[in-house]
């Protein structure tokens, strides 16, 4: 017989001609993790360098982060905080951590800044807000028109009412594909109809006449993370006893989330606008009052001595 084999023609004991007992590839976490290291990683620094501009207060950190937004997050990655991903609580449906570590990276991101300060989100990390920023920042405000707070008030419902309404439609029908037509997140993907291409053009078209149109009254995850800020948002913009006079930061809010001495967790995307004023010392109602008070103090001891 031939070697390897047994007097009966039989492989010997051990041989395994077929390739059957060839070794298995086990999968280890270092195989997962090579192909996402680099996505994590860079997402991981956008999320860092968008908390340093947020926690700076610095207006042109926050137009870079906003930039680097529609850059990374829209044009190259098409990864937005979408209603679609508020339809997987529907049917508990998620996907498998190891092989999606990116979309529970964006999405812990996402819930545990709103939890702690409000739609972070909406104002410096969704790439279509960024978008809609970035061209409020270019366009001649004698082009814009701004609703009255009543307008204001009553269009702010709207985005609860597609929320409703979109996650209705889903969990009756199991459709998914309803998302495009509530937002306009596709874009990035360049994958629309022309319906869908001629309703994104108006929206833009709108928006340029009316600030952040879609993310104040249109966007059901904006209306989402509204809920949650309005009941957690624990580090909330501190107010003084002269806001309930001062119309300064109220006019220069771009959201419509300051109503007079309240400022509405819901609508406010902490743009930091507001805040930086709240701390400038040479404009803010507040501080010229403490400085005239100390002023007069430092005037009356002098005429007393």
Not at 160 to 167: D, G, K, N
């Amino acid at each position: 017989p031939p070697a390897g084999a047994s007097a009966a023609g039989q492989p010997a004991a051990g041989d395994d001609p077929w390739g059957f007992d060839s070794e298995v590839q086990v999968e280890t976490w270092a195989d997962i993790l090579r192909p996402q290291a680099t996505d994590l990683a860079l997402m991981s620094l956008f999320f860092v360098f968008a908390l340093v501009s947020f926690f700076r207060r610095s207006q042109p950190l926050k137009y870079a982060t906003l930039a680097m937004s529609v850059a990374y997050l829209g044009v190259t990655k098409s990864t937005l905080i979408s209603v679609t991903d508020i339809f997987r609580f529907v049917h508990w449906d998620f996907p498998e951590f190891k092989y999606s570590i990116a979309w529970y990276l964006i999405g812990t991101f996402t819930v545990v800044t709103t939890l702690l300060w409000g739609r972070l989100y909406c104002g410096r990390i969704c790439a279509f807000g960024a978008l809609t920023q970035l061209l409020d920042a270019v366009v001649p405000k004698k082009l814009r028109w701004e609703p009255s707070a009543k307008v204001e008030r009553y269009a702010g419902y709207v985005k609860y009412v597609l929320l409703v309404a979109v996650v209705v439609y889903y969990a009756a029908t199991d459709h998914f594909t309803i998302y495009r037509y509530v937002e306009p997140f596709w874009m990035y993907t360049r994958q629309g109809t022309v319906l869908l291409w001629a309703m994104l053009g108006t929206l833009l078209v709108a928006s340029v006449v009316v600030r952040n149109l879609y993310c104040r009254f249109l966007c059901p995850v904006g209306a989402m993370l509204g809920l949650i800020s309005q009941v957690t948002t624990l580090f909330r913009i501190k107010r003084w006893s002269e806001c309930k006079t001062c119309k300064i930061c109220e006019r220069t809010c771009e959201w419509g989330a300051i109503r007079g001495p309240q400022i509405v967790r819901s609508e406010c995307v902490r743009c930091d606008d507001c805040e930086r004023l709240y701390a400038d010392e040479h404009k803010c109602v507040h501080w010229i009052v403490v400085h005239r008070k100390a002023k007069n103090l430092r005037v009356g001891e002098k005429v007393g001595a």
